[in-house]
């Protein structure tokens, strides 16, 4: 085991009795520092002002506004659809972790918690607004 002061150099060894060379290289390293508050800053945290915590947290009436006054194009309709489609997924799958009685993080709890209970509505709905889209 060698010291930090050895970083960025090399050894050489000569083994005479089986006439071999040996060229041991020391790398850089950087040690990693402990994230300060332990566990919770490892999470990621949910950025409520983002547009995609936005549409998946509002009410289904609210959401409706917001897709027919700023979502105009097809592009970023199908885009929105998916980030619904991902939002779904992912609050089911915490649903089945408090089903089975495992213990939710802090940002799956604020995942839960900001979750409207709508996202097969809004999902359905933007669907037919596609597909209204297509058939124009």
Not at 5 to 34: A, E, M
Not at 50 to 56: A, D, G, K, L, T
Request: aromatic share 8%.
């Amino acid at each position: 085991a060698e010291t930090f002061d050895s970083q960025g150099t090399f050894k050489q060894q000569h083994d005479t009795g089986q006439n071999l060379k040996y060229l041991i290289v020391y790398p850089f390293v950087t040690c990693s520092q402990k994230p300060s508050g332990g566990d919770v800053a490892q999470e990621r945290e949910v950025d409520t002002s983002s547009p995609e915590y936005i549409v998946c947290a509002c009410e289904s009436a609210t959401f409706k506004d917001m897709v027919v006054s700023k979502v105009t194009t097809y592009k970023q309709k199908k885009a929105l659809l998916q980030v619904l489609q991902a939002s779904a997924e992912r609050f089911q799958e915490i649903e089945e972790k408090l089903i089975s009685g495992v213990a939710l993080s802090a940002a799956e709890q604020a995942v839960y918690d900001s979750n409207s209970g709508a996202d097969t509505e809004k999902i359905t709905w933007l669907q037919s607004e596609i597909k209204r889209m297509v058939d124009e």
